[in-house]
C-alpha cells in the first residue's frame, strides 16, 4: 500500500468548459441588477452626443452607460484600480454580463471617466430624483455629517509660500553644482531637479491665486500668505484632524441623507474642515436636487454655530443640532479642567 502524498495540480489536463447562460449571473435584487437598472433610467444623452459617429475609421465606441455601470459596479466592489477593472471584464462574470462579454481596456475607462467627470456628477440629481419617484426618501429628517478621509499624500508635502521659496532657492543651488561638476554628467537627477522646480512655481502660483479669492480684509490676506499651504502631491487635499486625532493629509466630505432608508441627497467635499460652513450650503444643495424640503434637520454639535442658527430660524427650518458648550459640559469634558469659565458663575 502507498503512502498518501499532497495532491498537486495538474496542468496538463484538457478541460471542457461549461456552458454559462449569462443571464443567470445577475438574479432579480442583486446588486449587480440594480445597477444595470438604475443606469438604464439615467439621461446620458449629454455625454453621448459627443460621440462622432460620422468617421469611418476606428472601432465602435462603447456605449457610456455601459462604462458606467462597470464604474459603479467596481465601486460597490471597492475595486479603484483602473487595471483591476481592466482584469475584471475579462475574467469576472459579473463585468462580462454588463459588457456582453466584451474586455474594456483601463485607458479607454480612465479617458472616459477623465473627460466626463462633470457631466457624470451632474447624473446624481437624476439618481436622487429616482429616489423621490419610488418613495424612498420621505422628507421627514435629514441626517447632515462630514466625514474626512486620508488622502494618498504625504503630510509633509505641505508647502506654505515661504517654503516655496526656500526649497526653490535650495534646488537651484544644487543644479548650479552639478553643472559646474564636468566630471559626472548628472542629466537624470538635472532633469528630476529641473521638474521639481516646475512644480514649485506652479504651487506657488495656485497657492497666491487661492489667497486673493478669499473674501477677507488685506489684513487677513497678509495672514493667509504665511499660513495657507498647498501639498505638492496633491494639491486639492488639506491637513485636517481625524476621529483618531491624528492631523493628516485629508478631505472633507459633507453628506445630507434622508433618514428613511438613508438615501444620500446631496455630497460635496469641501475646501475646508469648518462643518458649522459646510451645515447651509448642504441643506440647500438637498432642497436643491430633491425639489423639497425637510421637516428636521439633524446634525451634531460641529455644525453648531450662532450664525447657522440665526439662518435656520429665519428660514423657519426645524433643526436638533447640540451646542458645542452644552456639548462638551455634558461630556464633563473642557478644555482647562477645573478652571474652565463653566466652572465660575
Not at 501639498?231 to 487635499?237: E, F, I, M, R, Y
Request: charged fraction near 35%; glycine fraction near 4%.
Amino acid at each position: 500500500m502507498t503512502m498518501k502524498t499532497f495532491k498537486k495540480p495538474n496542468r496538463e489536463q484538457q478541460l471542457l468548459f461549461a456552458t454559462v447562460k449569462l443571464e443567470t449571473i445577475a438574479p432579480i435584487g442583486s446588486s449587480l441588477r440594480t445597477i444595470d437598472e438604475l443606469v438604464d433610467k439615467l439621461d446620458t444623452s449629454k455625454i453621448e452626443a459627443t460621440y462622432d459617429f460620422e468617421t469611418k475609421t476606428g472601432a465602435r465606441a462603447m456605449h457610456p452607460k455601459t462604462l458606467i455601470k462597470v464604474a459603479l459596479y467596481a465601486l460597490h466592489n471597492c475595486r479603484f484600480s483602473l487595471r483591476k477593472m481592466e482584469s475584471d471584464t475579462q475574467f469576472h462574470l459579473g463585468y462580462r454580463w454588463i459588457t456582453g462579454d466584451e474586455k474594456i481596456d483601463h485607458s479607454t475607462m480612465g479617458k472616459f471617466l477623465s473627460r466626463f467627470a462633470s457631466e457624470l456628477a451632474e447624473l446624481f440629481s437624476q439618481v436622487v430624483m429616482i429616489g423621490v419617484e419610488h418613495d424612498l426618501i420621505d422628507f421627514e429628517v435629514l441626517n447632515v455629517d462630514t466625514v474626512k478621509i486620508r488622502a494618498n499624500a504625504s503630510y509633509k508635502q505641505f508647502r506654505d509660500l515661504k517654503g516655496i521659496r526656500e526649497e526653490k532657492k535650495k534646488i537651484k543651488k544644487k543644479l548650479e553644482d552639478l553643472l559646474n561638476d564636468s566630471e559626472h554628467e548628472a542629466v537624470e537627477e538635472q532633469r528630476i531637479l529641473a521638474a521639481r522646480i516646475e512644480k514649485l512655481e506652479w504651487a506657488k502660483k495656485e497657492l497666491e491665486e487661492r489667497i486673493k479669492l478669499e473674501e477677507v480684509s488685506e489684513e487677513k490676506q497678509k495672514e493667509l500668505r504665511k499660513e495657507k499651504r498647498i501639498n505638492l502631491t496633491d494639491p486639492d487635499c488639506e491637513l485636517m484632524q481625524q476621529a483618531n486625532r491624528e492631523i493628516n493629509s485629508a478631505f472633507a466630505i459633507t453628506m445630507a441623507s434622508d433618514a428613511a432608508n438613508d438615501f444620500i441627497t446631496h455630497i460635496k467635499v469641501q475646501e475646508h474642515q469648518n462643518d458649522a460652513e459646510a451645515l447651509i450650503p448642504a441643506i440647500e444643495g438637498s432642497r436643491e436636487t430633491t425639489q423639497s424640503r425637510h421637516e428636521l434637520v439633524n446634525a451634531d454639535s460641529g455644525f453648531s454655530s450662532v450664525d447657522n442658527l440665526e439662518k435656520l430660524k429665519e428660514d423657519k427650518q426645524n433643526a436638533l443640532i447640540p451646542d458645542r458648550r452644552m456639548d462638551t459640559e455634558s461630556r464633563g469634558v473642557s478644555s482647562k479642567g477645573e478652571y474652565d469659565r463653566s466652572h465660575f458663575s
